[in-house]
């Protein structure tokens, strides 16, 4: 598990993939730091690493990599970590689409293919 501040290459996700889920890496934005955090089994357990670091709750959503993927199908926004009623989020999913826009932008700029 690690804290993405700088960049990671996509064959780093790549072989982190390999290594857990196959297809997919699990990660946790935080929006307002713009970092991630990566490689773990839970996203409960990156955003804790992002809590520990001085992260807002407020500011972290879970989403997944797929690696393989490009456009659209690279992003997953799931995670059970988004459930937040009292933010206006009642789903596994972001509801917000200026938060999935603030996420994508993040990815890109983290994220080197």
């Known amino acids: 598990?690690?804290?993405?501040?700088?960049?990671?290459?996509?064959?780093?996700?790549?072989?982190m993939?390999?290594?857990?889920?196959?297809?997919?890496?699990?990660?946790?934005?935080?929006i307002e730091n713009e970092i991630i955090a990566v490689d773990a089994e839970l996203h409960s357990d990156e955003e804790a690493l992002l809590l520990e670091n001085g992260s807002e709750q407020r500011n972290l959503w879970g989403i997944n990599l797929y690696p393989e993927l490009?456009?659209?199908?690279?992003?997953?926004?799931?995670?059970?970590?988004n459930l937040r009623p009292l933010q206006g989020n009642r789903s596994r999913g972001i509801d917000d689409s200026e938060i999935r826009k603030k996420i994508k932008l993040i990815i890109d700029k983290l994220v080197r293919k």
């Open 1 to 15: 598990m690690k804290i993405i501040k700088d960049n990671i290459q996509l064959n780093e996700l790549k072989d």
């Open 17 to 30: 993939a390999d290594n857990s889920f196959g297809e997919l890496v699990k990660a946790v934005v935080d």
């Open 70 to 81: 490009t456009g659209e199908d690279f992003i997953e926004f799931d995670s059970m970590i």
